[in-house]
């Protein structure tokens, strides 16, 4: 019997990285992860073999590549936080991508983000434009699948939009909330980095949802759906920072950064090109109403528990 072919995905056990991987088990094919997190958070059991990832052991790290046909790469971070820097985050991935090279990975399928910019004054998408390069000028072949806001039923931003909705008699959007935003479905971000790991060809390709809202019209939406009372205001970004960082420091999570305040109003959350998935939010909110924003999720406690 032919032995099915390996994948490796960075994070099989975190949000994207845990679709991807369910998705490719489903396919019959095989998949390990490296990870940073203990193999008792492994929801796969022994269909999933572990690995740590080893960024500074560039020998191992090749060793626990080798014999992958195709890597799914799901590591980044979200903001520095201790040792966890953009700067880090982009060597650590020039790591991964030579270690892959020298282990004779064929293909990368990597998640970016949309309008990643090597001239971007946000580190993170200007860090996710670093690696994008790295990957083209590799040896690799690869597909680069840049998707904007992710929601999902482990998704930390909506779920928390709707947690303070929930909560507060008073929610605070930050500047006119004219913006835009055009999420996507996590099940349709898996399905998109799934079939370009099985093409052959070189691809940039945003993943994007159908819908594209204003920030106001979502925050408004997901308030309606789960009939939330809290009035909507609009306060200037910076007393809405300071407001987040006081929620932050009582629920002890950053519930949002700067950058991520100033990348959304800068409409970087929102693809030029047609939009590649097919969940509409609206439809997923109609469904998980009721669970969305029960309770809040920390990104911080998830990671270092
Ligand atoms: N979530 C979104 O809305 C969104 C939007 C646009 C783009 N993206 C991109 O999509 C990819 C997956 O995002 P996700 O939300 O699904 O991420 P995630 O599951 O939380 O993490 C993905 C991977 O990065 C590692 N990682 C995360 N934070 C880290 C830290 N502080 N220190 C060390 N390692 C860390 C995780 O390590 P462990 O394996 O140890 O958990 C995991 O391997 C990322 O590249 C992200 O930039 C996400």
Redesign the pocket.
Known sequence: MEIPELNVV?????????YITQRLLSMGERVK?????SDLKNPFGSQVTTSP?NFDKLSLLTESLRGTTTLY??????FS??G?TFDR?VENSKKLIKAAESAGVRRIVH????NASEESPFP?FRG?AIVEKAIIHSKLSYAIV??????GAE???INNIAWLLRRFPIFAVFGPGKYRIQPVF?ED?AEIAVSMGHREDNVVTDAVGPEIYTFDEFVRLIAQKIRSKAKIIHVKPGLALVLARLIGYMVKDVVITKDEINGLMSNL?VSASRSTAKTHFSEWLDVNAGKVGARYIS?LE??YD
């Open positions: 960075t994070g099989a056990f975190g949000y994207t990285g845990k992860t490296l990870t940073g997190r990832f790469n799901t590591y980044w971070v979200r936080y201790r966890a985050a998640i970016s983000i949309t993170y996710k840049r998707p904007t806001v992710i929601f998704g930390v931003l996590v971000l959350l990104g998830r990671r």
